[in-house]
Structure formats: C-alpha cells, structure tokens
C-alpha cells in the first residue's frame, strides 16, 4: 500500500482569479490534513504576489515547506496524486505521467458546464470528460451536466464552495443610502456600464472594480455599495462575488444561471433579474428607491444566514472524505503492472 500522501496541484498562473484562488485553497486544504501540496506553475512564485497576500493563500509558502516547481519538473509516480482545474494543464500534465500511474491518479476540479459545449477548444474539453480520472465537481447543476459523457465507474464526488466570506463581512442594517449606491465588477461582462447609462443622474452613484482589483479593493467596493450587480456567466458553477457582495450586506441583484443557483434564493437573500438585460436591472434599482427598509434588512439577513453553508470547515471535511474514498479506491486497485 502507498501512502498517497504528495498532490502536486498544476495552475497556469498566479494571478488573483477565482479559479486559480480555488485551486491553492484546496493546496491548503491538502497541507491542513496533512498532505505534502506541491505547486506546480510555470510562473515563478514570489511573496509579493497579489494572490500570496490573501490570507489563508499566504500560508503556502515555502517557509512553510510548500514547494513551487515548473510542472515540466514533475513526473507522477507510484503514491502521488495530481489535480488540475483547466484544460490546458493537463495537456501538460499528460506528458508527465509514468507508465505505472493509474488514471484516477489524476483530479479534475470540474467548475462550471462550459466543457460539455462541443465549440469550447474545439471539444477537447468535452473530449476529457469522457477520460477516465477523479473528479470533483461544484455542486449537482454541474454533476448532471456533465454526467451524460463520464465513463459509468467514474470516481465523481460533489464538494460544496467554501470562500473568505469573513473577509468581506460588514454587518449593517437600515434602508439605503441616497443616492443609491451600485457596485459592478466588469470581468465577465459590460452590463454595469449599461445600467448606469440608463440611469444616469443625481439619485444613482455608480463604482466598478479595476480588472486586476485586489481582494482588499473588492472588499471596499462591496463596503461602498447599497446594491451589487451580479452578472455571473450561465456556463460558470460558482459565481464568487454575489456571495461576497451578500457577506458585506450589500443587496445583491441576479439574474437566474448556473452561476449562481446553489446559493440564490430568489425575493429571500437577493433580487432576480433577467440575464443580460440592463433595463431589468435598472428598473428594479429604481424599485429599490423605495422599498421598505424592514425588508432589505430580511434580505441581508438571510445573505448572512447563506454564508454558513460555505464554510471553510465543511469544505475541508468533505475534500477529506474525497480523498479517503480515492485511495481506499487505488487501493483496491493495487500498483499497475
């Protein structure tokens, strides 16, 4: 029996983004219980880095025994697991597999449906669903759409999204400010700007993230805001910023997509919009106008009661328990000839 004690966790790069501070909370997660996490980018790690300044993410350091690598240095043997949420890295991590590794050697982090559109990389993503490896997927909307092209003895497990809400938290109550204060990140979408030309005037204040805003920049805007727009995309399975939006006591408008559907509850902890329709989002921001105070504070706190279905905690208990069941499984399986 091996002790599958070492994961190298392949990510493309450091940058700040949601996907790539999942991956290294998971590498956290791998050193909290235990494991020996190692990082594997081809961009140099450096202390200063924006992504190695969120808390949690500045304990994988190398003062601390994290090791950084090129995943061109890697080859996965006998005992050791490898995880990778883009496609791309396993393009590269393909090349660094041993003719004894056994296929569910190998992790995918499965975050959204985009892989299963047959024009996303010209299908190769969809293409990989069908290999056969580990997999652990966001929450059941994506397990059921993926689930068509897995191979029927897949390893699949579903781990709830844990985040840094405490980070963004601001307990407030009352009625909102005047003017009406709206916060919007434009990443993924332009919709923000579209809103504030429709209403654009002295009862409306309108902010929006820089494209490379940090964590400590979000959280002030979100502190800022009365009102976030959230613009999740439909093929995404977490959309991070409502939740943090909500954890600030922000008002959270939405509209109805994958992105978001785990968390959402409709007219309770948030207000619906349609997807992409800017005159939806400004009609229902002039409502907001106004609307009772006794009901933004019911909705911000049932945003407060959310969080606590994406702790840190129950994440890290479910990640042990997907990896217990994935050795007893190689296990069983025993060292390929």
Not at 175 to 181: A, E, M, N, Q, R
Not at 222 to 237: I, K, Q, R
């Amino acid at each position: 029996m091996y002790k599958w004690r070492r994961i190298y966790f392949l990510l493309p790069t450091f940058q700040p983004i949601g996907g790539m501070v999942r991956d290294l909370c998971f590498a956290h997660h791998a050193m909290t219980l235990g494991y020996e996490p190692v990082i594997c980018c081809i961009h140099p790690y450096g202390k200063e880095l924006p992504m190695f300044n969120i808390p949690r993410l500045s304990e994988l350091s190398p003062e601390n025994g994290i090791e950084f690598v090129h995943p061109s240095r890697i080859t996965l043997g006998p005992g050791e697991l490898a995880w990778f949420c883009g496609v791309g890295m396993y393009e590269m991590l393909q090349h660094r597999l041993s003719r004894w590794t056994r296929h569910e050697q190998v992790i995918q982090a499965v975050r959204g449906i985009r892989p299963t559109d047959p024009s996303y990389t010209d299908g190769y993503a969809l293409r990989l669903l069908t290999r056969p490896m580990a997999r652990m997927v966001t929450n059941d909307i994506v397990l059921e759409a993926v689930r068509p092209y897995l191979p029927k003895d897949s390893f699949t497990e579903v781990i709830t999204v844990a985040h840094d809400t405490d980070f963004f938290l601001k307990h407030r109550s009352g009625g909102l400010g005047s003017p009406l204060k709206v916060a919007y990140t434009p990443w993924k979408s332009e919709l923000g700007g579209r809103v504030a030309a429709l209403l654009d005037g002295a009862e409306f204040e309108f902010r929006a993230a820089g494209r490379q805003a940090s964590w400590d920049q979000l959280r002030e805007l979100y502190h800022w805001a009365d009102v976030f727009l959230s613009t999740p995309m439909v093929t995404e399975g977490f959309y991070l910023p409502g939740l943090e939006a909500m954890a600030a006591g922000a008002l959270v408008l939405t509209p109805d997509v994958g992105g978001n559907r785990t968390y959402c509850r409709f007219g309770e902890n948030c207000l619906q919009v349609e997807w992409e329709d800017e005159s939806s989002y400004a009609n229902v921001l002039r409502s907001l106008k106004t609307e009772r105070p006794e009901r933004m504070d019911g909705i911000r706190r049932q945003g407060y009661e959310t969080l606590k279905n994406h702790t840190w905690n129950r994440e890290e208990r479910q990640f042990a328990e997907f990896l217990n069941k994935l050795k007893d499984r190689l296990d069983e399986l025993g060292p390929r000839l």
